[in-house]
């Protein structure tokens, strides 16, 4: 079955810094990858997705970029601020639309 | 739009009873829905897939006859860990899809963090 790495476990960005996060999946047949904020205690917030005919999706300071070769995509946030620090978690979903997630980041943003 | 609820937030229990959460999509049909557990400071492990008017979906590892998931509306999803032990302590999280909306997107529940003494 699809399997998703995330790396890394915990990144600290001084305020205004760029943060990537990268993860890879095992299943060719994914085709869609979204990614989610999760914040303690609460629910993962989908902040964005990309599919799997599409190299690269911005949203705002927020970019997701997918080499369908390698089977890698990652998250690119600019200009972080200190609400961007949360858990995040990249996702594949291999058919079926059931999600398979990464283990998590744990971004923290230092003001 | 595309709200999912669930109930209870939290629940308390004692080692061997049964608890059950409800899983609600509250303005839109979900024939899918998904049931995660997040232990603290993991990640969200999929634990089955929940499909209206037919049985549920469990993915490898998952005990189906404890973990108890009857999807009889289009609405609402239920999932009952029987005979409760505390390793099942854990936030249990459900997600649906939108189907009418044509996108892959998962919404999610709040979550019903659960403790069994």
Same mark, same amino acid.
């Given at each position: 079955?699809?399997? $998703?790495?995330?790396? /890394?476990?915990? #990144?600290?960005?001084?305020?205004?810094?760029?943060? $990537?996060?990268?993860?890879?999946?095992?299943?060719? @047949?994914?085709?869609?990858? /979204?990614?989610?904020?999760?914040?303690?205690?609460?629910?993962?917030?989908?902040?964005?997705?990309?599919?799997?005919? $599409?190299?690269?999706?911005?949203?705002?300071?927020?970019?997701?970029?997918?080499?369908?070769?390698?089977?890698?995509?990652? #998250?690119?946030?600019?200009?972080?601020?200190?609400?961007?620090?949360?858990?995040?978690?990249? @996702? @594949?979903?291999?058919?079926?639309?059931?999600?398979?997630?990464?283990?998590?980041?744990?971004?923290? $943003?230092? @003001? | 739009?595309?709200?999912?609820?669930?109930?209870?937030?939290?629940?308390?229990?004692?080692?061997?009873? =049964?608890?059950?959460? %409800?899983?609600?999509?509250? +303005?839109?049909?979900?024939?899918?829905?998904?049931?995660?557990?997040?232990?603290?400071?993991?990640?969200?492990?999929?634990? !089955?897939?929940?499909?209206?008017?037919?049985?549920?979906?469990?993915?490898?590892?998952? %005990?189906? +006859?404890?973990?108890?998931?009857?999807?009889? *509306?289009?609405?609402?999803?239920?999932?009952?860990?029987? *005979?409760?032990?505390? %390793? +099942?302590?854990?936030?249990?999280?459900? =997600?649906?899809? +939108? %189907? !009418?909306?044509?996108?892959?997107?998962?919404?999610?529940?709040?979550?019903?963090?659960?403790?069994?003494?």
């Amino acid at each position: 079955g699809e399997n $998703v790495e995330q790396h /890394p476990s915990t #990144l600290s960005v001084q305020e205004g810094d760029s943060a $990537v996060i990268k993860c890879t999946y095992s299943d060719s @047949a994914s085709n869609y990858f /979204p990614w989610y904020k999760q914040e303690l205690g609460k629910r993962p917030q989908l902040i964005i997705d990309i599919r799997s005919n $599409v190299g690269e999706k911005k949203d705002q300071r927020i970019a997701v970029t997918l080499n369908k070769t390698a089977k890698h995509f990652s #998250l690119h946030i600019t200009e972080t601020q200190p609400e961007d620090s949360a858990v995040y978690f990249c @996702a @594949a979903s291999p058919g079926t639309y059931k999600y398979i997630f990464g283990t998590g980041t744990r971004l923290k $943003v230092l @003001a | 739009g595309a709200v999912v609820s669930q109930h209870p937030s939290w629940v308390i229990c004692k080692s061997g009873t =049964s608890v059950k959460i %409800e899983c609600r999509s509250l +303005d839109f049909q979900a024939t899918t829905m998904f049931w995660y557990r997040q232990f603290p400071k993991q990640s969200l492990m999929l634990m !089955a897939t929940s499909n209206e008017g037919s049985k549920a979906t469990y993915e490898q590892g998952v %005990e189906k +006859d404890k973990f108890l998931i009857n999807h009889a *509306s289009l609405t609402l999803s239920t999932l009952t860990v029987t *005979s409760a032990h505390p %390793e +099942d302590s854990s936030f249990y999280i459900c =997600s649906a899809r +939108d %189907e !009418a909306s044509g996108t892959s997107e998962q919404f999610f529940g709040p979550g019903t963090r659960l403790t069994v003494l």
